[in-house]
């Protein structure tokens, strides 16, 4: 077994589970891949099975499981990473909510058990893959966004399924999320919780200008276009939180499922619906004691 640690140290609070997982690694005599200034952050000096490399990317495709300290942002970094390698993530929160960094500090120990000794199951999530007309591709896990930049005038945002009109979208933006990102912006913005593994997208306008326009759950396989013409307020396009502002008008880009995968580490105490009412508190009632 070979573990990659990846940590954003400087935004989120690692020291202590950095600490915590290099001393298990070398008591069981495991190989740590670690990416060179992350000990010079946080100020320790590493222990003698941690080999510092030169970026992320070669800890990745030199470990076997990648161990990702942060929060669910980091998680989203480093599965842009691991898709080309395939290897599977295991997100120990130091974020805030923590909804893919699933497992907590004070479970690290008992997580790193079950890597050694392969008792946990893979959960795949795709990717949504956007192309634009001059080949130029993107990849999300949580979503695609399109909204207005700096102003308080909406934006008209036109959607088609596999050439089929949907509707222009008079709001202050869309979002296009996988089922990973359903319960991310997609959620606050009211659209529906998706299971991750169902094989759809979901089209959710952010503050539409009419009460009849809800959001939509549409198949995965086939090609949504969202197309954004001469508009009175700048636009920005982003993918996962990375952001781009729209300079060329027409936009145009098409969105399907992508072949790319992540692979997410589930412990044996762990599932989907475990999550949703622990992080989420999904389904709970204030009149009932349980």
Not at 193 to 215: D, F, G, K, Y
Request: with cysteine; aromatic share 8%; glycine share 6%.
């Amino acid at each position: 077994m070979k573990l990659a640690i990846i940590a954003n140290p400087t935004k989120y609070q690692v020291k202590d589970t950095f600490i915590e997982a290099s001393a298990w690694a070398q008591e069981q005599d495991v190989p740590v891949f670690v990416k060179e200034d992350v000990c010079d952050i946080l100020g320790i000096e590493p222990p003698s099975v941690v080999e510092l490399v030169e970026n992320h990317e070669e800890a990745i495709s030199r470990a076997d499981y990648v161990l990702v300290l942060g929060g669910d942002g980091t998680i989203l970094h480093v599965a842009t990473l691991a898709m080309h390698h395939k290897k599977p993530l295991l997100g120990v929160n130091s974020g805030r909510l923590g909804f893919m960094a699933n497992t907590q500090h004070s479970d690290l120990r008992m997580a790193l058990d079950c890597l050694k000794s392969g008792n946990f199951s893979l959960d795949k999530r795709h990717f949504l893959e956007a192309v634009k007309k001059d080949g130029e591709k993107f990849y999300a896990l949580n979503e695609f966004l399109f909204t207005r930049k700096d102003s308080t005038s909406m934006i008209n945002v036109d959607a088609s399924l596999n050439g089929d009109f949907i509707n222009t979208y008079w709001a202050d933006g869309v979002i296009v999320s996988t089922p990973t990102g359903s319960t991310a912006y997609n959620l606050s913005a009211g659209g529906p919780i998706v299971m991750p593994t169902t094989e759809v997208l979901v089209l959710t306008p952010i503050n539409p200008h009419t009460l009849t326009t809800r959001p939509l759950v549409l198949p995965s396989t086939k090609k949504l276009t969202i197309r954004i013409n001469e508009q009175r307020s700048e636009t920005l396009f982003s993918y996962d939180g990375h952001v781009r502002e729209i300079t060329e008008l027409p936009f145009e880009i098409e969105i399907k499922r992508s072949d790319f995968t992540v692979n997410l580490i589930e412990l044996p105490d762990q599932n989907y619906f475990e999550t949703l009412r622990n992080k989420l508190l999904w389904g709970r009632d204030s009149r009932r004691n349980s």
